[in-house]
């Protein structure tokens, strides 16, 4: 499992999840912000201070965002 | 310098390694325990101390800093070696089968060693300063060790969260002045703390970042701060200065020790057996056909390792312990 970043971030970029994160999965894009999967820990601390809400964890991402738990995932695996 | 020789070295202090010092004491190994923190607790103390867990087997709910305080008094009947403020960097294996294993700060030697390091080595998230880390130790503070050290002084604080708020209402009727500095303009504390924050004598300055510390070879005298609505820069004078931006954590070298990893986890076998002989792990950091990374899970992982680290340090031990209920005594007695 992970949290995903979802669509309200695109402009919105606010960061107060980067700052939480106890183990800095979360990382700027061009255009929003992605969590690493695979350092993600579930300890929901970002989807707490988000302002937008948009930040969910896996199996709760809601359908018209699911495209989001792969965009999530392939940034880590494009930049790695 | 401790050069003693230990059984079991347990790398982490969190609640699988408290367990496995326990464990270890009732199997009567000589037990050690490093951690990075200046407390015990692992994720419990450092990133949730005053949730509720709820799937602790026999307790229906208890607060993650009270299960903490079970577990240390639990394994402190042993009395193990405890080493705070710690870090293990570096593990060699020497030719006759034992270990060596350096921190940041001393030399440590041991039969077999547990990791037990969860997601690696808390730390707190520093200031982005360079020129900060002279100061640490002096008036940049990131743990609170003795209160009285503040009485009386002008103090600011650096950070929103739960713990930036205790300790601005812990110090505000001892000290001379306490300022309390956030990037936002909610505090992300219990409402009942930022209520009485804003009913107490605490100057709150929201929502400001800290712009530049100024301070001489010694301390740290002011610092600016800039007010993220208006752009205005502030000064403001200070005795200490608290920073309270929580913890990060990292594996860091462990990755470098020989061993096996999937991703960011210990690949080991039933018996919490890793592929360097001598080393084993258990609880977050390990991974296994079937591996559910919880606290009740890490426990079991904690009895299965000391078990297999005894039969490893005396090969006549069983795997299987007694049981508690007989064992417990006759050891006490
Ligand atoms: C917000 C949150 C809520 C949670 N809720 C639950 C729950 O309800 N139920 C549940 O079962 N689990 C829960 N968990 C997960 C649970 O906290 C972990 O499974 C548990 O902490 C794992 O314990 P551990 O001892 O393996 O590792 P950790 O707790 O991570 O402790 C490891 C310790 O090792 C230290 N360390 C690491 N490397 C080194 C080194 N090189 N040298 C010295 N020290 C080192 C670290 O500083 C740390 O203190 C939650 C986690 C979070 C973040
Ligand atoms: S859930 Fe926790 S670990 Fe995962 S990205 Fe959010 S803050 Fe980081």
């Not at chain 1, 809400?53 to 709760?60: M, P, R, V």
């Not at chain 2, 390694?17 to 692992?42: C, D, N, T």
């Not at chain 2, 930022?194 to 005298?221: A, C, F, M, T």
Request: aromatic share 10%; hydrophobic share 40%; charged share 25%.
């Amino acid at each position: 499992m992970a949290f995903v970043i979802t669509s309200p971030c695109r402009n919105e970029k606010s960061a107060e999840c980067v700052e939480v994160c106890p183990v800095d999965a979360i990382h700027p894009g061009d255009d929003m912000y992605f969590i690493d999967p695979d350092v993600c820990i579930d300890c929901a601390a970002c989807e707490a201070v988000c302002p937008v809400q948009a930040i969910y964890a896996e199996e709760e991402v809601p359908e018209e965002e699911e495209k989001f738990i792969s965009l999530n995932r392939k940034y880590f695996e494009e930049i790695s | 310098m401790d050069k003693e020789m230990y059984d079991v070295t347990i790398i982490g202090g969190g609640p699988i390694g408290l367990f496995a010092a326990f464990y270890g004491g009732m199997r009567q190994l000589k037990v050690k325990i490093i951690e990075s923190l200046p407390h015990l607790g692992g994720q419990l103390n450092a990133l949730y101390p005053e949730k509720y867990i709820y799937d602790i087997a026999g307790f229906p709910q208890t607060k993650a800093k009270d299960l903490v305080d079970s577990l240390v008094n639990q394994a402190m009947q042993f009395e193990p070696t405890v080493v705070l403020n710690q870090t293990v960097e570096g593990v060699v294996k020497t030719d006759d089968g034992y270990f060596q294993m350096v921190t940041n700060k001393e030399m440590h030697y041991s039969k077999t060693i547990l990791i037990s390091a969860g997601i690696g080595a808390f730390e707190p998230r520093r200031l982005n300063f360079e020129h900060a880390k002279q100061y640490e130790g002096k008036n940049l503070h990131y743990f609170i060790n003795d209160l009285n050290h503040f009485a009386d002084k002008d103090i600011c604080i650096l950070g929103g969260g739960d713990s930036a708020v205790d300790w601005a209402l812990m110090m505000e009727p001892i000290a001379n002045k306490v300022s309390i500095i956030h990037r936002r303009n909610n505090f992300r504390a219990h409402e009942a703390s930022v209520r009485k924050l804003e009913d107490s004598d605490v100057n709150i300055l929201k929502p400001y970042n800290l712009k530049e510390i100024h301070g001489d070879d010694e301390y740290i005298q002011s610092i600016t701060i800039q007010n993220l609505e208006t752009n205005e820069c502030v000064s403001v004078e200070l005795d200490e200065l608290i920073t309270n931006y929580g913890f990060v954590s990292s594996l860091g070298p462990i990755k470098e020790w020989g061993l096996e990893f999937h991703k960011n986890s210990i690949i080991v076998d039933s018996t919490m057996r890793t592929n360097v002989e001598g080393i084993y792990a258990a609880g977050d950091i390990v991974t296994f056909k079937g591996k559910v990374k919880l606290i009740a899970t890490g426990f079991s992982d904690a009895a299965t390792a000391i078990s297999s680290i005894k039969t490893y340090i005396d090969p006549k031990a069983r795997q299987q312990p007694q049981h508690s209920t007989s064992l417990f005594e006759k050891i006490k007695a």
